[in-house]
């Protein structure tokens, strides 16, 4: 799609958004595909941003760590099956239509970056300066997950 948008989001001096996740800065052990798949788009868009920093492109990487959305209900286990119901207490997250105000805001505000939720800042804060250290954490808050192969 960013081959096709790129000659209008250049003539414009358009915005490129890419909702990433706090997985693309610290992996999440049961997650490989997840996580590398976020490392990976947050890398695109790097480059993307860098290739095109004189020419007037914005481009946003949205990292909302976890949010209250649909997206647990096409989630698979471990098994390949649907996972149906969430191992997060839902309520407590931030909700997605939050989530889509703030990458709004964002794109408006032509930020590079915008993580959310004070457990996203924290572990990409943390990831920075000791990242042995949030092995174990990632590792242990994964582990209290139901059906987690880690406990």
């Given at each position: ?11 414009t001096h358009g915005s490129l958004a890419g909702v990433s996740s706090v997985a693309g800065y610290k992996g999440l052990p049961g997650r ?55 191992p997060l207490n839902e309520a407590k997250l931030m909700p997605a239509e939050e989530v889509a105000k703030h990458i709004c805001h964002a ?45």
């Amino acid at each position: 799609c960013t081959k096709y948008a790129l000659p209008e989001l250049l003539k414009t001096h358009g915005s490129l958004a890419g909702v990433s996740s706090v997985a693309g800065y610290k992996g999440l052990p049961g997650r490989a595909g997840y996580s590398a798949s976020k490392f990976a788009l947050q890398g695109f868009l790097e480059v993307v941003r860098i290739e095109n920093r004189k020419k007037g492109l914005h481009v946003l990487i949205a990292c909302p760590g976890f949010t209250n959305s649909n997206i647990r209900n096409t989630a698979l286990a471990k098994d390949g099956t649907a996972q149906g119901e969430s191992p997060l207490n839902e309520a407590k997250l931030m909700p997605a239509e939050e989530v889509a105000k703030h990458i709004c805001h964002a794109i408006e505000t032509r930020k590079h970056r915008l993580t959310l939720t004070t457990q996203g800042k924290m572990t990409v804060l943390l990831n920075k300066f000791f990242p042995k250290f949030m092995d174990k954490m990632v590792y242990n808050h994964m582990a209290k997950e139901p059906d987690s192969p880690f406990t």
